[in-house]
């Protein structure tokens, strides 16, 4: 129960990071609301560990979820849509892609 005290910034993000990836799998819009939250968290968590080059990619996320969000409520492709719609990658990109991750 000590550690769950002492660690509560960590544990929450982590509660954050279940909870963003729930509505990531979702298609949901508030997914970059609370991945902004877990990220804002772990710059916390890592600065304490004194773990600066991981906290400085957390920057990126907080970044990245901004934009994120910013980009899914406001950058309509015309005036009759509300939202980018979301695609799904063909079976062809998708092994073009794991190739280039394997080398």
């Known amino acids: ?22 509505l990531s799998v ?26 600066y080059a991981d906290m400085s990619l957390q920057f990126y996320y907080v970044m990245v979820s901004i934009y994120g969000w910013w980009n899914w409520i406001f950058g309509k492709k015309s005036e009759t849509e509300k939202t980018i719609p979301i695609i799904n990658i063909s079976k062809k990109t998708a092994m073009g892609l794991f190739f280039v991750f394997l080398l």
């Open 1 to 22: 129960m000590n550690w769950l005290l002492e660690n509560r910034i960590e544990l929450s993000g982590f509660i954050l990071s279940i909870i963003y990836l729930y």
């Open 26 to 51: 979702k298609q949901n819009v508030w997914c970059w609301f609370f991945g902004f939250l877990c990220s804002v968290l772990y710059v916390i968590v890592f600065f304490n560990s004194k773990l």
